[in-house]
Nanobody, 126 residues
């Protein structure tokens, strides 16, 4: 099993920044794809960003491209989501997710991921 624990959420003003962390434990995950998704109240969970652990390839939703950066720290077994220029519409619960061997065309598909964290709340005030 893979365990994922998110942290770093909070309340921030529009234009501010936050960095989310996802600590990973369990099976060897060097071949995994790590994703960040978010779910706003009354809305479906949506893709934010993903990274292929071994190659470091990154993928972003259009809504966050240029503002958010996903990265990983091999030594700390942690994936980060640096969020800059935050907007009120970024308010959501942010979830870390993981799975093996997801094709590049499907890294944004929620059902491709078997492992999920508990989520961390991000609130952006206007």
């Amino acid at each position: 099993q893979v365990q994922l624990v998110e942290s770093g959420g909070g309340l921030v003003q529009a234009g501010g920044s936050l960095r989310l962390s996802c600590a990973i434990s369990g099976r060897t995950f060097s071949s995994y794809v790590m994703g960040w998704f978010r779910q706003a109240p009354g809305k479906e969970r949506e893709f934010v960003a993903a990274i292929r652990w071994s190659a470091g390839s990154t993928y972003y939703a259009d809504s966050v491209k240029g503002r958010f950066t996903i990265s990983r720290d091999n030594a700390k077994n942690t994936v980060y989501l640096q969020m800059n220029s935050l907007k009120p519409e970024d308010t959501a619960v942010y979830y870390c997710a993981a799975d093996r061997s997801i094709s590049s065309l499907r890294v944004g598909v929620l059902d491709e991921y078997d492992y999920w964290g508990q989520g961390t709340q991000v609130t952006v005030s206007s």
